[in-house]
C-alpha cells in the first residue's frame, strides 16, 4: 500500500465515522473543514435520523459555508480530503468524540454526542435542584486526538 492509499483508508474511517467531528486547517490557518454529524428529521416520516455533512469556515473574514463542494459523500469527501493532505498540505488539527460541561454552580458534569444539543439548564440535585443555566460557551470538546 502506498502512503497516499494508507491516508485515504484513515481519511476514509475517520469521515465515516459518525462518532466523530474531523476539522482539518489549512497551511495557512485561513481556513477549515468541519465534518460533524448532524440530525435531520425526515418531513413526510417524522423520524429523525443522523446524517454526516462538512462546512468551510473562513478563519480570517469568518462565516462558514455548509458543504461547499456538494452534498456530502463519502467516496467524494474521502478523496477531497486525501488530496486536501496529501497536496493541499492541510492537517487534521482536532478529531472530537463529543462535549462535556461541568455546572459552574453545583459541579455537575454532562457529557455529549457532537450531534446533541449541549442542555439550557443543570439538571443537578442536591439538596434543592440545581437550576443553573448552561450553554454552549460553557462546554468542552472532548479531543482525542490532537495532531496540532
Ligand atoms: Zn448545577
Known sequence: MTSHQSLEHRVRALLGNHELKVV??????????EYYTTIVKDRKSGNSRQVRAYRLIDLRKGGATPEPWDVYDIEKQTGLVTNLIDVGRYRISRIVAGW?????????VVQGKIWSAVPK???GRGSKKCRQKLD???AEEIVIDDEA
Open 136 to 138: 454552549d460557551s460553557l
Open 24 to 33: 482539518l486547517d489549512s497551511p495557512e490557518d485561513d481556513y477549515r473543514f
Open 100 to 108: 462535556t460541561i461541568k455546572c459552574p454552580s453545583c459541579g455537575k
Open 121 to 123: 439548564t443543570c439538571g
